[in-house]
């Protein structure tokens, strides 16, 4: 069973970057298609970027296309959500899963706060 731990959030100001950190455990890791997802205060969770199993292909919602990239190291177990050109609409949890059904567990997530 593959479990799954975010970190690497916190408040930064508009115009800023971070970089979130998702290590996975379990060796079924490699064969998925990772994403990150977010979800705001009182909005669905919704998906901003996937990731193919080797890392060759990525997908971005429109709302973070050009400003976030996402990527894996299969060897370290972890993907990568490089975000820069922070906006106060990017505040949100922010979670890593597989991108589709059935999900393995969520992690608790790490907070993004974007804010002057």
């Known amino acids: 069973q593959v479990q799954l731990v975010e970190s690497g959030g916190g408040l930064v100001q508009p115009g800023g970057s971070l970089r979130l950190s998702c290590a996975a455990s379990g060796s079924s890791f490699k064969i998925y298609v990772m994403g990150w997802y977010r979800q705001a205060p009182g909005k669905q969770r919704e998906l901003v970027a996937t990731v193919s199993s080797g890392g060759d292909r990525t997908n971005y919602a429109d709302s973070v296309k050009g400003r976030f990239t996402i990527s894996r190291d299969n060897a370290k177990n972890t993907v990568y959500l490089q975000m820069n050109s922070l906006k106060p609409e990017d505040t949100a949890v922010y979670y890593c899963?597989?991108?589709?059904?059935?999900?393995?567990?969520w992690g608790q997530g790490t907070q993004v706060t974007v804010s002057s």
């Open positions: 899963n597989k991108d589709r059904l059935p999900y393995v567990s």
